[in-house]
């Protein structure tokens, strides 16, 4: 038999990092030396759809006295350069051909926001206690909010909205690529099996997507996921915008598409790679609202894990009740198959913490905790607000102060683990 | 010290179930595990008036508390116990509510109940002392209850080490690393052999045991539910789409169907497009009329109850689940349909 040797012939992903520390509206998209300028009308240009009878384009920096509420999905602005190649499914098709650098423009996001059906109530406040526990709330926004066109569907308006940002996203980064960079990150293939380990643990993360119909959906290459078995996934593709957001549920529990671009234990892994732990890859699954369906894509992600010859999984999870049973099963079926398993947790607790913290969870394995739901704060009231004039869930002005659950702050509680909030139990006198 | 007690109808020896609906009463000096508690209390406590309410009436009326907390008081008490009411839900509410009333009266009270009742929540800042999860655990239950009795006495504060079921709150704070670094972290301790490490505790849900099965459904009273907030249209009552804090309850007496337009979900965590369309597949009153007439069912309850589960903290549900039960059980009620999204 002859031997078949085994060449890399794919590069390793470069990021190309370019920081954004101011961003502007003006003429003409430009970027220099840390400087966004957002051409207005060629920002309105990448939402031209039947769809909406017209856009808003803002900027909300970090310190600004604003607070932006209706968010809907948040895009990293991220280009491949000359020929495009970003936000496959959508902008480029799958089987591209894949350059091997990333522009980013680190600091900055795309930020839509408006009514929609199913867009449960939140808000990100660029100023004050609330601006710290969202991820947002340190990102130089650009805001763009939409009115639809008469006779459009809401599914008509929220294609063309996510389609816009994901555009705009691209047209912003495009303006870098030509700029000295600020850094370059090379993202190492994950860690193939059977190759040496020098003794560290495989470690790799299992992410599910929710997938409950429209406007809570997760799209996986342009399409929803709903109704897949769980699949390993090139972690350089969601860097690249294959896994896009149009999930509006829960608003600290979401995790917008610029989550999924810097997946925070995908980072974690990396960061780890070679010295704690070898990054085993990455697991896609949808979380079916059947418990049947749940089940299956549990059983099979365990298998799909021992087969991939992880030693252990991080699993992370989109929404509340219903997704901390994706969690608490998979968990449950990667200890059966003896992987070690942690899962990543919202605690609802009630407002004073003293309820019990989850409404399901596993029979074993280990849990990290991103924070009670329930936890309330007072936010003072802010200049201007953007996304809408009120606030219908608590029935005032959007610029009102108001005591508020963390549960409405924008990726507060993020299940991807990118937020510092954790819960710890203190007894009372 | 001068002791009210207060006891459940079932623990008063007034009657089971079909007692629980008893309103408010007094019998002199201690009756039912008020007699070994007294034994237990020794000489310098007695134990003056036995204060006993049935669980539904509890449970479901408001003002309650503060009528027993009148009996109390009329009865010359200096301090009010109430329980051990175990692990029972209805009887841990009126306990819990009744400690609490009284100490923001400035009467001293005392609670006794097992740590996961659900009702201790709303015990406020009176102290409780655990007691078992069952009767079958009255004797250490008392002893507990009676040696705490007899430190409050003596105006010493209550402790963890007396028994007292300290308000464990968890509570949110910024760290310095983020949950994706702590998760990383602690996959690396497990797969080091620590099995212990978490951040959330692991385990402990409590199994529903689900009830007898019918004996008869011909002649079954059987009332709707639903946990999908489904209000007239306009939500006049103001129920949340999220995090609930109440439930309500809408008359269906007479109403054969409900129609479209005439009502809707205001639940703000699954797609209510299909449940406003037909109404009628959120909450099945058009197929459950249908078993009234054909006599598969005896008859329908003359009211729903709902709220919203979207977000609602595991504690309130609770709660929720205990005044349903002594809601419907008042009624008359044999069976529920609780339909969820």
Not at chain 2, 13 to 33: C, H, K, Q, S, Y
Not at chain 2, 161 to 176: F, M, N, S, T, Y
Request: net charge negative; charged share 20%.
């Amino acid at each position: 038999m002859p031997r078949v040797e085994r060449s890399r012939t794919v590069q390793a992903l470069r990021r190309v990092v370019h920081t954004v520390h101011t961003v502007e509206l003006g003429e003409t998209t430009g970027y220099e030396q840390g400087r966004l300028l957002v051409g207005r009308s060629q920002a309105e240009a990448r939402y031209a759809d039947p769809a909406l009878a017209a856009v808003r384009v803002h900027v909300a920096s970090p310190g600004d006295a604003v607070r932006i509420i209706a968010p809907l999905d948040v895009v990293e602005p991220r280009a491949k350069g000359p020929g495009g190649g970003m936000f496959p499914g959508w902008l480029a098709p799958v089987n591209r051909r894949r350059g091997p650098e990333t522009h980013v423009l680190r600091g900055a996001a795309v930020l839509s926001a408006g009514y929609l059906p199913r867009n449960q109530e939140g808000l990100i406040d660029m100023t004050g206690p609330a601006a710290e526990l969202s991820p947002f709330g340190g990102t130089h926004n650009v805001v763009v909010e939409f009115d639809p066109a008469d006779g459009a569907s809401w599914a008509e308006v929220d294609a063309a909205v996510r389609r816009g940002s994901l555009r705009l996203a691209a047209h912003l980064a495009e303006a870098a690529v030509e700029a000295e960079p600020d850094a370059v990150e090379e993202l190492a293939e994950p860690h193939r099996p059977g190759e040496p380990t020098g003794g560290l643990p495989r470690v790799g993360v299992i992410t599910n997507l929710q997938t409950q119909g429209a406007f809570k959906d997760v799209f996986v290459y342009g399409r929803s996921m709903a109704g897949s078995l769980p699949t390993l996934f090139d972690p350089a593709e969601v860097e690249d915008g294959a896994v896009v957001s149009g999930q509006y549920g829960h608003p600290a529990l979401r995790n917008p598409t610029y989550l999924h671009q810097n997946h925070p234990v995908l980072a974690e892994l990396r960061a780890r790679d070679g010295r704690d732990l070898r990054f085993a890859g990455l697991v896609l699954s949808p979380e079916p609202v059947e418990q049947s369906g749940k089940e299956l894509c549990s059983t099979h992600a365990a298998w799909l894990c021992r087969a991939a010859g992880f030693d252990a999984a991080i699993v992370t999870k989109e929404g509340a009740g219903n997704a901390d049973n994706d969690l608490a099963l998979k968990v449950d079926a990667l200890e059966a198959l003896s992987l070690a398993a942690v899962a990543l947790y919202a605690e609802m607790s009630g407002p004073d913490g003293t309820g019990p913290p989850l409404v399901a969870g596993p029979r074993r394995g280990a849990l990290v905790s991103t924070g009670n739901y329930d936890q309330r704060l007072r936010l003072p009231a802010v200049e201007r607000a953007l996304g809408g004039d009120r606030l219908r869930i608590l029935d005032v002005d959007a610029t009102a102060a108001i005591e508020a659950p963390v549960a409405m702050m924008l990726s507060a509680l993020s299940p991807l683990g990118a937020g510092r909030l954790t819960c710890r139990a203190e007894e009372a006198a | 010290m001068r002791i009210a007690h207060y006891l459940n109808q079932f623990y008063a020896g007034l009657g089971g179930e079909e007692a629980a609906d008893l309103g408010p009463r007094v019998i002199d000096g201690p009756a039912g595990p008020g007699r070994l508690l007294q034994q237990l209390l020794g000489e310098q406590h007695r134990i003056v008036a036995t204060i006993v309410c049935g669980d539904d009436h509890a449970a479901t009326t408001p003002g309650v508390s503060a009528e027993l907390l009148g009996l109390a008081r009329a009865a010359g008490a200096e301090l009010l116990v109430a329980g051990p009411a175990f692990g029972s839900g209805r009887y841990g509410l009126a306990c819990a509510r009744l400690v609490a009333a009284a100490t923001a009266a400035g009467l001293p009270a005392l609670g006794s109940m097992h740590p996961d009742n659900p009702g201790l929540a709303e015990a406020g800042t009176a102290p409780v002392i655990a007691a078992g999860a069952t009767a079958r655990e009255m004797r250490p239950s008392l002893q507990r209850l009676a040696a705490a009795v007899a430190k409050l006495a003596t105006s010493e504060s209550l402790t963890a080490a007396d028994g007292r079921i300290a308000q464990v709150a968890r509570v949110g704070r910024l760290v310095e690393r983020r949950a994706a670094w702590r998760a990383v972290d602690l996959v690396l301790r497990r797969l080091g052999g620590d099995t212990e490490a978490t951040e959330i505790p692991v385990g402990g849900f409590d199994a529903v045991v689900p009830a007898a099965p019918l004996d008869k459904t011909a002649s079954a009273a059987v009332a709707l539910l639903t946990e999908g907030a489904l209000v007239p249209a306009g939500n006049p009552d103001r129920l949340e789409s999220a995090r609930a804090t109440r439930w309500l309850r809408y008359q269906i007496e007479g109403i054969e169907e409900l129609a479209t337009g005439a009502w809707e979900s205001v639940d703000g965590g699954f797609a209510t497009v299909a449940a406003n369309a037909d109404p009628n597949r959120m909450l099945p009153l058009d197929a459950a009329r249908e078993l009234e007439r054909d006599g598969a069912i005896g008859r329908l309850h003359g009211e729903f109850l709902v709220t919203v589960g979207n977000g609602t903290s595991v504690a309130t549900a609770r709660r929720f689940g205990v005044e349903w039960a002594a809601e419907l059980r008042k009624a008359g009620v044999q069976a529920a349909i609780l339909t969820a999204t």
